[in-house]
């Protein structure tokens, strides 16, 4: 099954040049690093405002604030409202930017215990950027009871002008099902329409949604959870056309409208639970999808120890794949990072936050920093020298620990080079009898096939070289790694921040150079801090043994 969609991918790829294989697709690099605790508080949001500004909003107890990044740091929390003295908590908050400058904030009024008040969707302005606010005003109003509630307010801009406000709504919607409600103001905010039923699917809850305008005139699209897809929830997108904005009615379960996020490559089994999706569009036009996910966690059904992952989408919000993890934590299986969004930060960075818990400390709401890479290129090197510095960066890992590598690559008439600089403030030799992987060092593989493979095959390649001197050299025969006598060269120097590792792969040894297709390559960043525990970091978004998820490499001239 599997062969039979990559071949479908693959071949989508060649007759439309739209869609991508999974050999391009953009890969996110997460510097462990970078990671940052912003304060206390749940359910965070990230917004690069018009002046350049980084803003943050976010609950903690009865009222949502906002927070602004200075040059010295994060400065000090503003109080948009609070539910204090009102009995009630609000939570749920989201900001939005509007084409006039001023800042839309709307959050979820939640009632306390026992109050007899109702659940309520409410916003408020603010001409400054945040630092004051205008009096809170209620956009919608619900139930009493929890089951007939209402959830998880988040407002776009079209260039139209039209603002459109989404929450998951429960109230009056029979049986414990959930649907997903729209409000337009056609006046920059100051009235509102009656709701709109979005989407919904009979049996089920559609939710927390979240709203992009697509470039190119390809629609609006949700993304939004959905628990009658497959099992537990799962992200799926709704999709409108710009003429028709919502207009032909509720996309029901069976619409076309309604697909499922995930790229057939990256289906979830049905008892993964992944949910609270996250949508942005990237300058690029990619898009990228976050959602906390349990695959992998115990137990993987519920949110209990979900992860925050992020895919890698194409212009139309389509087949997510290349997953990546923002807050790994790999040695730590009961931590949890929840309410996770995106925002971009750069030409080639992005942001993550999410409300983390399960940690023994720096538990609240988090930032990691990403850097954005494509599709490889090796660098002709006519005369033979090299100097790696001028060398663009190629590939990044160095999420999960505090030892991170930053790889270049380039080619000349007879070998193609690859350089790793890994940054290690604790080198590690493992014990007499160990394996090569549990010392401190790096894996290069290579696909010259480049057939999207499921599985190890002939002409695909594999070294590993690392600090205690060890280099070895392996090839692929009758589907398993085997010794390879193939006059690869590896060298390593050491510096006062790491090591470096070149290596040098001669093109007769690999059947030749490859044409304009390039081929596809992995990597793997072995790290072992004298703990007893070794880290086996892979390249973002691949997996070692599914070649197919590798990364296209070309040869520049």
Known sequence: MIKSILAAVLCMAAQTGTAQTYYDKIRIGWDFRKQELVCGGVYSRLKVLSDGTLACVYSAGPGVYIRHKGEDGWEAPVLVATGAGERYNYTNAELTELADGRLLYAWNARPQADSGLPYKIMLCYSADKGLTWGEPQTLFTAGVDFEEGCWEPVAMQLPSGEIQLFFANEYQVTDKQQHIAMMRSQDNGATWQRPETVCFRAGSRDGMPVPVCLQHHKGLALAIEDNGLNGAFKPVIIHTAVEDNWRSGTVLADSPRRWSAMAQTDTLPAAVYAGAPYLIQLSSGETLLSFQSGEGRKPQG??????????????????????????????????????????????????????????????????????????????????????????????????????????????????????????????????????????????????????????????????????AGTVRSQCVADGKWTRWDDGVRADVSFSATGYAVSVAVPWKKIKGKPGEEGLAVCFRLNNNDADRYVWHEDMPGAQPDKPYTWLRCTLSE
């Open 302 to 467: 519920t949110l209990d120890h979900s992860l925050m992952q992020v895919y890698a989408g194409n212009g139309e919000a389509r087949d997510f794949c290349c997953r990546s993890t923002p807050f790994p934590f790999p040695r730590n299986a009961h931590a949890r990072t929840l309410w996770c969004a995106l925002v971009q930060t750069g030409d080639d960075e992005v942001m993550a936050t999410a409300s983390v818990s399960g940690l023994k400390t720096g538990n609240g709401i988090r930032t990691s920093t990403g850097r954005i890479y494509r599709p490889m290129e090796s660098v002709h090197a006519q005369d033979g020298s090299v100097s790696w510095t001028s060398v663009s960066e190629g590939m990044f890992i160095g999420a999960e620990s505090q030892a991170q590598v930053r790889i270049r690559s380039v080619w000349n008439a007879d070998s193609l080079y690859f350089h790793f600089q890994v940054e290690d403030s604790c080198l590690c030799v493992a014990a007499p009898g160990c394996l090569p992987e549990a010392s401190d060092g790096v894996e290069l593989y290579i696909d010259r096939t480049m057939k999207g493979r499921e599985s190890l095959s002939k002409g695909m390649f594999r070294v590993l070289a690392n600090v």
